[in-house]
């Protein structure tokens, strides 16, 4: 079991990118002990081999959001590991909607289906399974980060001013926008155990789901940069439940 002084965190989807630099960043400066889940399990110790040369704890963790008995069987290990769960970074996701002409788009149900089992279905069956860990969290009660994007809120979805109006991301921004909706449903369900739940917007960053290199756009430690600090539940933000936004503020819903 884990040290009563240990803050332990898993962060889906964290062999590289955003969920990579999330884990990187609170093990260097929270002194954290992350839990690198990946479905490529390979991939996931490469970036916990290099946190532990560092002299961090860092484990690797098979999980693949689409399988039920992945799911477990991380589950599992946590249980026997360390028997409770102090963070959960859902920052897991896929962006399959055809955004260049070039590409040939994937046939309507199928792009619909693929990017709610992954981005939706996961989301919410790794919640779920962790949920009993997460009851059990020390340190202040469990946080919850749920990595969203701006483009989800329905306020400013018919807004003209909005930089990516015209993204053609049908699938993946409503998937997003159910995102939220989720993380809202695990705040009521964490609330009597003091958990702060929250959705945390990077916005935009060089990452294989962008899939192209943007000028201005941030790096991956920009990026996690919001993601970390309510992940560890700095006193910038200390006490927020039920929010979604990013180091600029909050966005309306």
């Known amino acids: 079991m884990a040290s009563t002084s240990e803050t332990i965190v898993l962060i889906t989807g964290a062999n590289k990118g955003i969920g990579r630099a999330t884990a990187q960043r609170l093990a260097r400066e929270h002194n954290y ?17 290099e946190l532990a040369a560092e002299g961090h704890k860092a484990f ?12 477990a069987a991380a589950a599992k290990f946590v249980e026997e590991r360390f028997g409770r769960l102090d963070a ?14 070039a590409v040939p788009a994937l046939p309507t ?13 996961g989301t919410a069956c790794v919640t779920e399974a962790l949920l009993p860990l ?5 340190h202040g009660g469990p946080r919850v980060v749920f990595v969203s994007t701006s483009m989800s809120a329905l306020a400013n979805a018919l807004d003209k001013r909005q930089l990516y109006y015209g993204l ?20 009521k369900r964490l609330d009597d155990v003091g958990g702060r739940v929250n959705v945390a917007c990077p916005g935009l960053v060089n990452t294989d789901l962008t899939m192209f290199a943007y000028e201005g756009a941030k790096t991956p430690e920009q990026g996690a940069e919001y993601i970390v600090k309510l992940a560890a539940d700095v006193e910038e933000v200390r006490g927020r439940n039920g ?7 909050d966005y309306p819903w």
């Open 33 to 49: 002990t992350v839990l690198i889940g990946s479905r490529d399990r390979s991939a996931g110790e490469q970036v916990a081999s």
């Open 60 to 71: 690797a963790v098979q999980l693949d959001v689409t399988s039920d008995e992945s799911i």
């Open 88 to 101: 959960l970074v859902n920052n897991h996701g896929q962006f399959l909607d055809s955004w260049n002409p």
């Open 109 to 121: 149900r199928e792009l619909w289906s693929r990017t709610f089992a992954v981005n939706v279905v």
């Open 134 to 138: 997460l009851r059990r969290a020390e």
């Open 168 to 187: 053609n991301g049908a699938a993946y921004i409503t998937s997003k926008t159910a995102v939220n909706m989720l993380a809202l449903q695990y705040a």
């Open 243 to 249: 929010t979604f936004g990013s180091s600029e503020g």
